[in-house]
């Protein structure tokens, strides 16, 4: 995760070992992983945790609303943005990441910037592609030139540009493929942050960062 600065977590920092390391068990069990998954060190979990709070934090007092919530709205505020931010990064990192969908993306990717920087061979492969479409072809006019797909930043839904290219344009094409299913995964297990942090350590939390954000 992004490191965030400025956050003053000292007053339950003495807790996110245990916590860190109970919640991915949980989660690893519910994901039904736990017995196949083996993560090289166990201090990023305490990171990632550390990282999930601080971003909470950061994101409930860039709340231009938060005058206007209720009294306790903003603990509730911080409690479901770690679950589902830390919920979320461990899934990508550790579910998708081992996923054949990711796979295949990083596949198309190497293959894709290998010919980016590979000239001959992206135009070799090219007059390959031309043959094999025009070979035993009855068609005259054969095109064989594709429309590039891009993904929209803000909803990811797929159009389509009126740009010639050949083969670097199919593996684009493919690869933005991939990344719309990638981007349809989602973590359905539920953290259970309110277990292991009260009511009074976020208050508490959320009063030492008043006056540092």
């Not at 919530?69 to 081992?98: A, C, M, R, T």
């Not at 670097?168 to 493919?174: A, D, E, H, P, V």
């Amino acid at each position: 995760m992004s490191k965030i600065k400025d956050v003053d977590l000292s007053s339950i920092e003495n807790k996110f070992q245990k916590v860190a390391f109970d919640l991915f068990r949980f989660w690893t069990k519910e994901m039904d992983i736990n017995e196949s998954l083996i993560i090289k060190t166990e201090q990023l979990l305490v990171s990632d945790l550390k990282d999930s709070i601080s971003k909470a934090v950061v994101s409930l007092y860039k709340r231009k609303d938060l005058h206007e919530k209720p009294l306790g709205w903003d603990i509730g505020y911080i409690i479901g943005f770690i679950k589902g931010n830390l919920g979320s990064y461990w899934y990508h990192e550790y579910v998708i990441k081992n996923g054949p969908e990711f796979k295949e993306y990083s596949g198309l990717s190497a293959v894709y910037n290998y010919l980016r920087f590979e000239k001959l061979a992206e135009l070799n492969i090219d007059k390959i592609y031309e043959f094999l479409l025009n070979q035993d072809s009855n068609i005259s006019n054969m095109i064989l030139e594709v429309n590039e797909i891009e993904i929209s930043k803000k909803n990811l839904n797929v159009t389509q540009n009126a740009r010639s290219g050949k083969i670097l344009t199919i593996l684009n094409n493919m690869m933005v493929k991939q990344l719309k299913v990638l981007a349809e995964m989602e973590n359905r297990v539920k953290l259970t942050i309110n277990t292991y942090f009260t009511t009074a350590e976020i208050e508490k939390l959320i009063a030492d960062n008043f006056r540092q954000i």
